[in-house]
T-cell receptor, first 109, second 112 residues
Framework: GQNIDQPTEMTATEGAIVQINCTYQ??????LFWYQQHAGEAPTFLSY????GLEEKGRFSSFLSRSKGYSYLLLKELQMKDSASYLC??????????FGAGTRLFVKA | EAEVAQSPRYKITEKSQAVAFWCDPI?????LYWYRQILGQGPELLVQ????????DSQLPKDRFSAERLKGVDSTLKIQPAELGDSAMYLC??????????FGPGTRLLVL
């Protein structure tokens, strides 16, 4: 079967660093995405990893280990506006992408 | 910047009524997706189009849901009759090569 696991909720302090983990078991793999979704809004694209390693984009970085079926999203210098859900999604081949349930991040002052 | 358009943004209806949602993808995006998202969960794919053809509708409740993309551009998702359990956010997304998906603002449906 297809499975994507991520923690349900996390809390972090403004200015800190937080790491959101994602593990996946899928029938195929053709890339992993991270999306940010504020409450009541649509998901917005953050990052895409298809090869092992770290991709850095400003305050956000995403890591992938294909052999471990593992990824994380790293958020640095947390701001209040980073409070949102973060969705891990896997392209399983062709045009098929499955989404995890999301991790709700609360940033406190 | 090009965006995916959806309408309406909000819809309140009574059960057993018919509802329809519209989506206009980013120009040139051949792949179009309709998702349903229940609060606290990730998006669940309902139907996926490649141009005007359905490539995946395995999770679409075909007894009450239908979707079309007649000219391979904009798309309509219909529910008839609506049930209480259909209350959710309906998201449309499009992609260029079936990879990165760009989402519209969604339609929030409430069935009373």
């Amino acid at each position: 079967g297809q499975n994507i696991d991520q923690p349900t909720e996390m809390t972090a302090t403004e200015g800190a660093i937080v790491q959101i983990n994602c593990t996946y078991q899928t029938s195929g793999f053709n890339g992993l995405f991270w999306y940010q979704q504020h409450a009541g809004e649509a998901p917005t694209f953050l990052s895409y990893n298809v090869l092992d390693g770290l991709e850095e984009k400003g305050r956000f970085s995403s890591f992938l280990s294909r052999s471990k079926g593992y990824s994380y999203l790293l958020l640095k210098e947390l701001q209040m506006k980073d409070s949102a859900s973060y969705l891990c999604a896997v392209n399983t081949g062709g045009f098929k992408t499955i989404f995890g349930a999301g991790t709700r991040l609360f940033v406190k002052a | 910047e090009a965006e995916v358009a959806q309408s309406p943004r909000y819809k309140i209806t009574e059960k057993s009524q018919a509802v329809a949602f519209w989506c206009d993808p980013i120009s040139g995006h051949a792949t179009l997706y309709w998702y349903r998202q229940i609060l606290g969960q990730g998006p669940e794919l309902l139907v996926q189009f490649q141009d005007e053809s359905v490539v995946d509708d395995s999770q679409l409740p075909k007894d009450r849901f239908s979707a079309e993309r007649l000219k391979g551009v904009d798309s309509t998702l219909k529910i008839q009759p609506a049930e209480l359990g259909d209350s959710a956010m309906y998201l449309c997304a499009s992609s260029l090569q079936g990879k990165t998906q760009y989402f519209g603002p969604g339609t929030r449906l409430l069935v009373l």
